[in-house]
């Protein structure tokens, strides 16, 4: 029981750590910084791409340590029971697809900037804040999920971590302490969307679209 207990603290602490970096990422103290370091253009370019190469990294990071507590299985699915919770985590996967189709996979990646710079273009177009659907001050181009959900890539990753089959006390650590992050973590995306699209993101909250599900 000790040891299912320090792997849960551990599991618990690895996603604080990791959401006080993603967060930090994200934050736009950081991308003001960059600017002055590398200046707007570069900024435009290069935030996007690095950001997400960063977060693939943190995320690598944060499994491995998942994977490598040794903690009791509290329980393991089986038979119809796996059979549907792996097909929930399937449609969950469809969905999360579709919310980055819906933001733009390109966009997402912030290839528009990058592909501009390289090119020498003099107008590099600044990457899409958050996980929004995509937008601009004029209006929020509203697709896919995002016609249900205002973040649906954080709802959707909620239910396909607690869809797992297996659940053992390491892993229910870390689905407790992720779903917290996603969950605060979107609302504080609103109000990154919100200064960025201003009035066009506040027609889309009095839309009646649900936060999460």
């Not at 792997?7 to 002055?36: D, I, P, Q, Y």
């Not at 995306?189 to 919100?194: F, P």
Request: with cysteine; charged share 20%; proline share 4%.
């Amino acid at each position: 029981m000790q040891d299912s207990t320090r792997g849960a603290v551990r599991v618990a602490l690895a996603v604080a750590v990791f959401a006080a970096v993603h967060s930090a990422l994200a934050a736009n103290r950081t991308k003001r910084l960059f600017a002055r370091v590398a200046g707007e253009r570069r900024r435009n370019a290069l935030y996007r791409p690095m950001y997400n190469a960063l977060a693939v990294g943190c995320t690598a990071w944060l499994i491995a340590e998942v994977w490598k507590q040794r903690t009791k299985t509290i329980y393991e699915a089986r038979g119809t029971a796996k059979t549907l919770m792996l097909a929930g985590q399937a449609v969950a996967a469809v969905e999360l697809t579709r919310g980055v189709a819906a933001i733009g996979f390109a966009r997402f990646l912030g290839f528009p900037g990058l592909l501009a710079w390289m090119r020498g273009e003099s107008y590099v177009p600044v990457e899409p804040e958050g996980q929004g659907p995509a937008g601009d001050l004029a209006t929020m181009h509203v697709a896919g999920p995002f016609r249900y959900s205002r973040h649906p890539l954080n709802a959707w990753t909620i239910v396909l971590l607690w869809l797992m089959p297996r659940m053992s006390v390491a892993s229910l650590s870390f689905n407790l302490a992720s779903t917290f992050y996603l969950v605060l973590g979107s609302r504080h995306e609103e109000s990154r969307l919100l200064r960025r699209y201003e009035d066009a993101y506040s027609e889309y909250l009095r839309s009646g679209v649900r936060f999460l599900a």
